[in-house]
Every structure is written in structure tokens, then in C-alpha cells.
């Protein structure tokens, strides 16, 4: 081989290598190197993805629960918590509300017919507001004795309402069962005849609390 041969040899080599370094740099494969054998870095993984440990908040209590709308009435038939009462004891407290209307009265409702989630919604705030669970009994009932959830009872306002139903309600069957709470009513149907029980004094006393 001849000197000039060489030299030429030697410039192809050394621009072929270069050729490959640039392409390397540029993300190029070189041409020694198949496309079809060439490694593949593989994807990472996608993060796992975690549920959330937080617990679901509890849907608000609404008029489906037998929340009551301000300035409802025992006539108003678009509420829940009025027409689940149980019917015999709305007739009584319908037909009380009509005779007491000629006194210048509005028969309105605190509160009637509750879920057990409403009721016992009361009840924790009751155990929060009085400090234990014993004293809170003595306003709020559980979910499985309240006659509030059963249908049974009804809280009448205002307070004339109220004292205007102590006087009158046993000609309709209605009475005032707990000593501490005179807006609370439940049906008697003897009690036209005989007149209401004595009273508890509150339901701590009412044997029907103590399931």
C-alpha cells in the first residue's frame, strides 16, 4: 500500500468515527447500530393511585328527612314531615287547629315526623350541647324509641298555640306527655273521654324510653 493510500484510509476512518460521535450526541442511531436491535429503555411505571382514607361526608339533612320549613303549618300537605304523620293523630291536630283559629291561632310545627338518620342527628347534638348522653335523653330520644320517627307526636308553636292546646287538647284526643317539653303533643284517643294521663317529667320517666 502506498503512503498516499494509507493517509486516505486512515481520514475515512477517522471521519466515520466522527460521523458516529456527532450522531450519537444528536440522539441519532449510528449506523453500526440496528434499529431493530437496539435497547428500548422502558416506560416507568404509572404511580399507583391511592382512594382517599378520608370518609365520605354525610348528606345534608333536608324536608325528605322531616326538616321543617319556617312558618309551616299542620295544614301544609307539601311537607314531609307533617303528612307522615300518623293520620289519626293529623285529623286530631287539624280539627284542634281549625277550633283554636277562631281564637285568632296558627297551629305552626316545630317539628313532627323525623327519619331515624334526622333523629339521631338531634340526638348527638343534644349529647354535644348537655354534655353526656344521660342528660341529652332527658330532650331527645333515641332513633329507636322517638315517636317522632314512628309518626306519633308533634311539636305545636308558638306558645300561645301551645297553652291554648293545654287547655283544650283532650276534647281532641291531644295531650301534653312530657312536663319539660309543652309543645310536645301525641294522641290519646281516650283522653276525650277520661282526659290526659299525668304527664312525665321528662322522657327519662316514660317507660317507653327505656328500650
Known amino acids: 500500500m502506498s503512503q498516499n493510500t494509507a493517509v486516505r484510509s486512515t481520514i475515512v476512518g477517522l471521519l466515520v468515527v466522527a460521523g458516529a460521535a456527532v450522531l450519537g450526541v444528536l440522539g441519532y442511531p449510528s449506523p453500526a447500530t440496528s434499529p431493530s436491535t437496539a435497547p428500548v429503555s422502558a416506560a416507568p411505571p404509572a404511580p399507583a393511585r391511592h382512594h382517599s382514607l378520608r370518609p365520605e361526608r354525610p348528606r345534608l339533612l333536608g324536608e325528605a328527612d322531616g326538616v321543617v320549613p319556617d312558618d309551616t303549618t299542620v295544614f301544609d300537605d307539601d311537607v314531609p314531615a307533617v303528612t307522615h304523620l300518623d293520620p289519626a293523630l293529623l285529623r286530631a291536630i287539624r280539627r284542634a287547629a281549625t277550633d283554636a283559629a ?63 292546646l293545654s287547655e283544650h287538647g283532650s276534647a281532641y284526643g291531644l295531650c301534653q306527655i312530657y312536663g319539660n317539653e309543652p309543645w310536645h303533643y301525641e294522641l290519646r284517643p281516650d283522653a276525650a273521654e277520661h282526659g290526659c294521663p299525668p304527664s312525665y317529667a321528662d322522657p327519662t320517666h316514660d317507660p317507653r324510653m327505656q328500650q
Open 102 to 164: 277562631a281564637d285568632g291561632l296558627t297551629f305552626y310545627v316545630n317539628s313532627a315526623w323525623r327519619t331515624a338518620a334526622y333523629q339521631e342527628h338531634l340526638l348527638d347534638e343534644a349529647v354535644a350541647k348537655y354534655g353526656s348522653r344521660d342528660e341529652a335523653a332527658r330532650w331527645v330520644a333515641t332513633p329507636a324509641t322517638s315517636p317522632h320517627v314512628s309518626g306519633d307526636a308533634v311539636d305545636i308553636g308558638h306558645a300561645e298555640a301551645a297553652r291554648w
